[in-house]
């Protein structure tokens, strides 16, 4: 798994177009929020900028780079090869995903600490670990299956679009307006749960045993995403 995981990260920082989708637009969007965090935290709060970091690296830069990721070495039959030796199906996928993952995690936690820094630290560092993981897995099932519908990586560009921008748009509705009308609706929708656990956590002034029962709509969407995959994905080009 390490030697695909290195090989991965070699592709990735030698792929533009995808060094570009994947690292400098959430950071150039998340670093603008932060720079007027003062306008955006008078929109919806600080914990709104906090989401908005979370699903913009996510959506725009993990969940991309997953199916893009998985599509490319499926049409160029990569994922066929790597089945021939004895890496396990999972170990090949945590070995392809791996670097995308620890990127934009290192990503959120950088620009989260730099939003902590101009504007304070958030309420409850744990929970925000949390809504953070949680968030992640999510978007890398949704990749998965995202994956199982992407011919090529010129159509992951359109494939990825109902996701992503989908994401985004909750969690602007979520950490904008918050969950007090519609709370159910909100809170099922993909990503809806975990923005509320985000403000929630940056925030306060909300009780953690309230707050945990947020992770349980996010799981649910990883759970889905999952079976989803195992029904959809493809590992040789479709024919």
Do not use: C
Not at 29 to 41: K, R
Not at 113 to 136: D, I, K
């Amino acid at each position: 798994m390490l030697s695909i995981a290195v090989s991965e990260l070699t592709q990735l920082f030698r792929n533009r177009l995808v060094l570009v989708t994947s690292l400098i637009m959430p950071v150039v969007v998340s670093g603008f929020f932060i720079y007027q965090h003062e306008s955006f935290a008078a929109l919806g709060s600080l914990g709104y900028i906090a989401g908005v970091v979370v699903f913009t690296v996510g959506a725009f830069g993990l969940y991309a780079t997953t199916v893009t990721t998985l599509a490319s070495r499926r049409q160029n039959l990569f994922l066929k090869r790597l089945r021939s030796t004895t890496a396990s199906d999972p170990q090949i996928l945590a070995g392809l995903l791996t670097p995308a993952t620890v990127i934009a995690l290192l990503q959120v936690t950088g620009i989260l600490t730099v939003l902590a820094v101009v504007s304070g630290q958030p309420a409850n560092v744990p929970l925000l670990v949390a809504a953070v993981v949680a968030t992640t897995t999510m978007l890398i099932g949704l990749g998965l299956a995202t994956a199982g519908l992407t011919n090529s990586p010129e159509h992951a560009q359109v494939t990825t679009l109902p996701v992503s921008l989908g994401v985004i748009a909750v969690m602007s509705w979520v950490g904008i307006s918050g969950t007090e009308e519609l709370t159910l609706l909100k809170r099922l929708l993909p990503g809806g749960a975990a923005t509320e656990l985000v403000v929630d956590a940056w925030n306060g002034g909300v009780a953690v045993t309230d707050s945990l029962t947020l992770l349980a709509p996010t799981l649910g969407w990883v759970v889905v995403a999952v079976a989803l995959a195992a029904r959809l994905f493809r590992w040789e080009p479709r024919r």
